[in-house]
């Protein structure tokens, strides 16, 4: 999957060029593309990421700040899909939860971390299952440029006891 400006694409692997055998031409054609529904749907997504059953999150980095999911049945051909889920920013403190996000990852539960390098710097932290809205998260993580600096993506490590 790649994305930018109002849509985002995906290349089917067998489609692309084997290892070291050279950069996308210009004219390979993508699989799949989606657009914005007119309703925000995709508006410089920065970040993709995939949950546990295939579903496809994105965040909308421009106009109004939100991450989205894309059911994995409305992955499968070109199209204006409507989200299944949209998290719209809120403020909490006095700064907003979702501000130019451009990191997404899940952790084995479910729960959603992203990160913004917007200022003010930020992690906020959803809990599963997630659900369209205005929603706080359950932890928010507000840094400065000196403590959290403009972070640009998230991973979880693997599960210690």
Same mark, same amino acid.
Do not use: R
């Given at each position: 999957?790649?994305?930018? /400006?109002?849509?985002?694409?995906?290349?089917?692997?067998?489609?692309?060029?084997?290892?070291?055998?050279?950069?996308?031409?210009?004219?390979?054609?993508?699989?799949?593309?989606?657009?914005? =529904?007119?309703?925000?749907?995709?508006?410089?997504?920065?970040?993709?990421?995939?949950?546990?059953?295939?579903?496809?999150?994105?965040?909308?980095? /421009?106009?109004?700040?939100?991450?989205?999911?894309?059911?994995?049945?409305?992955? $499968?051909?070109?199209?204006?899909?409507?989200?299944?889920? $949209?998290? =719209?920013? $809120?403020?909490?403190?006095?700064?907003?939860?979702?501000?130019?996000?451009?990191?997404?990852?899940?952790?084995?539960?479910?729960?959603?971390?992203?990160?913004?390098?917007?200022?003010?710097?930020?992690?906020?932290?959803?809990?599963?299952?997630?659900?369209?809205?205005?929603?706080?998260?359950?932890?928010?993580?507000? /840094?400065?440029? $000196?403590?959290?600096?403009?972070?640009?993506?998230? =991973?979880?490590?693997?599960?210690? =006891?």
């Amino acid at each position: 999957m790649s994305a930018s /400006g109002t849509t985002i694409v995906e290349f089917a692997a067998a489609h692309l060029p084997t290892p070291g055998s050279g950069m996308l031409t210009p004219d390979l054609m993508p699989d799949i593309t989606l657009t914005d =529904n007119g309703q925000d749907s995709i508006q410089a997504p920065w970040e993709l990421a995939f949950d546990s059953m295939g579903n496809l999150w994105s965040s909308n980095a /421009g106009g109004t700040f939100s991450l989205v999911e894309f059911a994995k049945a409305s992955l $499968t051909a070109s199209g204006t899909p409507a989200p299944a889920v $949209t998290l =719209n920013t $809120t403020m909490d403190m006095g700064n907003p939860t979702l501000n130019a996000t451009n990191g997404l990852c899940f952790d084995n539960l479910g729960d959603l971390a992203a990160t913004s390098s917007a200022t003010p710097f930020s992690v906020p932290f959803y809990k599963a299952p997630l659900k369209s809205g205005a929603i706080t998260p359950s932890t928010f993580i507000i /840094g400065a440029a $000196t403590t959290l600096n403009a972070p640009a993506g998230c =991973n979880f490590g693997p599960l210690v =006891n």
